[in-house]
């Protein structure tokens, strides 16, 4: 076996390791090139301004690819209750050959060693975690749109090495149109009867007031905890502006007290369902097609991607008459086309955020995906991820 480092005039090999695994997995659905390219381009990813990366493929002596690995570290990564410097490793694709494993992993820790690392979490992303983080280790069924897909014997591969599960990452899904349960429309009612509480969904002629909504209760309900940032308005407002082109009004949703944002419920299609037709490229040509798949195929998908009280309001009903709205308003409507609903993945360190996603209704846990933690002092004692409190 040999051990290629990747450099930008060899990535297109980077990519192939996964094409070629995957050829024949009819759940998988290629990730855009372009996505996989820009994690490894110090222009596009700020994630470069704290720390450095290297890439590696794995072939045969007959140049077959049997894997794929990278390795990062980032002073900027930091989890809850760490007491040493922990790097990462990502992007892993291997053949079910421990031996090819064990040295794609090897080469990691190597690497992060000599940079002073003392430990490696994986697999996960060079920046962002709402985006290729945690091993799929249940419900193997066609990724969201930048989520991480792999069989289930990579488990077994990283557990075999020594990795143990740092924390899951629970997604919970629903079938949209599904009754609500009794107690949600009790709890809605009661909100629904004072004329100080008030919904409204986005709209895209009026992003700023909403950006600034979705800012204030997001500063209000995440900010400081887990290591998360206050955000701005301005940085809202951009995300809204790239969401743009795939957004659907009608499934992004606030309420209100005295016309001010105490919760919002932020959702888009499920992009992935569009873009498994276009086979990992996004040129001209690809996104006249998207936008035809886009104008004549409904998506019948849509995906949860933030959904939050005010502490002020939470456990008080408020999250019952945020989903009360939105069903009420279009979800459960005839003019919606959605038949299905995954939200992504909450840490099981947070109860409290698993306790509000199984408030909604007819939810069931629809994968699971893992963050494992390789230490390399093996006597050294092992600690999960601690619970949020």
């Given at each position: 076996?040999?051990?290629?480092a990747?450099?930008?005039?060899?990535?297109?090999?980077?990519?192939?390791?996964?094409?070629?695994?995957?050829?024949?997995?009819?759940?998988?659905?290629?990730?855009?090139?372009?996505?996989?390219n820009?994690?490894?381009?110090?222009?596009?990813?700020?994630?470069?301004?704290?720390?450095?990366?290297?890439?590696?493929?794995?072939?045969?002596?007959?140049?077959?690819?049997?894997?794929?690995?990278?390795?990062?570290?980032?002073?900027k990564?930091?989890?809850?209750?760490?007491?040493?410097?922990?790097?990462?490793?990502?992007?892993?694709?291997?053949?079910?050959?421990?031996?090819?494993?064990?040295?794609?992993?090897?080469?990691?820790?190597?690497?992060?060693?000599?940079?002073g690392?003392?430990?490696m979490?994986?697999?996960?992303?060079?920046?962002?975690?709402?985006?290729?983080?945690?091993?799929?280790?249940?419900?193997?069924?066609?990724?969201?749109?930048?989520?991480?897909?792999?069989?289930?014997?990579?488990?077994?591969?990283?557990?075999?090495?020594?990795?143990?599960?740092?924390?899951?990452?629970?997604?919970?899904?629903?079938?949209?149109?599904?009754?609500l349960?009794?107690?949600?429309?009790q709890?809605?009612?009661?909100?629904?009867?004072?004329?100080v509480?008030?919904?409204?969904?986005?709209?895209?002629?009026?992003?700023?007031?909403?950006?600034?909504?979705?800012?204030?209760?997001?500063?209000a309900?995440?900010?400081?905890?887990?290591?998360?940032?206050?955000?701005?308005?301005?940085?809202?407002?951009?995300?809204?502006?790239?969401?743009?082109?795939?957004?659907?009004?009608?499934?992004?949703?606030?309420?209100?007290?005295n016309?001010?944002?105490?919760?919002?419920?932020?959702?888009?299609?499920?992009?992935?369902?569009?873009?498994?037709?276009?086979?990992?490229?996004?040129?001209?040509i690809?996104?006249?097609?998207?936008?035809?798949i886009?104008?004549?195929?409904?998506?019948?998908?849509?995906v949860?991607?933030?959904f939050g009280?005010?502490?002020?309001?939470?456990?008080?009903?408020?999250?019952?008459?945020?989903?009360?709205?939105?069903?009420?308003?279009?979800?459960?409507?005839?003019?919606?086309?959605?038949?299905?609903?995954?939200?992504?993945?909450?840490?099981?360190?947070?109860?409290?955020?698993?306790?509000?996603?199984?408030?909604?209704?007819?939810?069931?846990?629809?994968?699971?995906?893992?963050?494992?933690r390789?230490?390399?002092?093996?006597?050294?004692?092992?600690?999960?991820?601690?619970?949020l409190?």
């Amino acid at each position: 076996m040999q051990l290629i480092a990747i450099t930008p005039p060899t990535s297109k090999l980077f990519i192939n390791v996964a094409v070629q695994l995957y050829q024949k997995d009819a759940n998988w659905i290629r990730p855009l090139d372009k996505d996989i390219n820009d994690i490894f381009d110090d222009k596009k990813n700020k994630a470069f301004r704290f720390g450095s990366l290297q890439r590696w493929v794995l072939q045969d002596n007959s140049g077959k690819l049997l894997g794929r690995i990278a390795a990062f570290v980032n002073s900027k990564y930091k989890n809850k209750g760490d007491e040493m410097p922990v790097g990462g490793m990502g992007f892993f694709e291997c053949t079910n050959n421990q031996d090819a494993a064990n040295l794609l992993l090897d080469t990691a820790k190597k690497w992060l060693q000599d940079k002073g690392m003392q430990a490696m979490d994986g697999p996960i992303n060079f920046g962002e975690r709402d985006k290729w983080w945690g091993l799929v280790t249940s419900g193997f069924q066609e990724p969201l749109y930048c989520m991480n897909y792999n069989p289930p014997y990579y488990r077994i591969l990283l557990e075999n090495y020594g990795f143990k599960v740092f924390y899951n990452q629970v997604c919970f899904g629903m079938q949209p149109k599904s009754t609500l349960s009794e107690k949600i429309w009790q709890r809605h009612a009661e909100f629904a009867a004072n004329p100080v509480f008030s919904s409204a969904y986005v709209k895209k002629n009026n992003f700023k007031k909403f950006a600034a909504d979705f800012a204030h209760v997001y500063n209000a309900a995440w900010a400081g905890h887990g290591g998360q940032k206050e955000i701005s308005t301005e940085q809202v407002l951009l995300m809204f502006k790239k969401m743009k082109p795939v957004m659907d009004e009608k499934i992004l949703w606030f309420i209100y007290e005295n016309n001010t944002a105490i919760g919002l419920f932020v959702n888009l299609p499920d992009i992935n369902q569009w873009f498994k037709h276009l086979d990992g490229q996004f040129g001209f040509i690809q996104k006249l097609k998207f936008l035809f798949i886009k104008a004549s195929r409904p998506n019948k998908k849509f995906v949860g991607l933030v959904f939050g009280i005010v502490p002020q309001w939470q456990g008080k009903g408020a999250d019952a008459y945020l989903i009360g709205e939105a069903c009420k308003g279009y979800i459960h409507t005839k003019k919606s086309p959605y038949i299905d609903f995954e939200m992504q993945w909450i840490g099981d360190f947070n109860p409290k955020m698993l306790n509000v996603a199984g408030s909604l209704g007819n939810v069931a846990e629809s994968r699971r995906l893992s963050t494992y933690r390789y230490l390399f002092d093996r006597e050294k004692a092992f600690k999960p991820h601690p619970v949020l409190i």
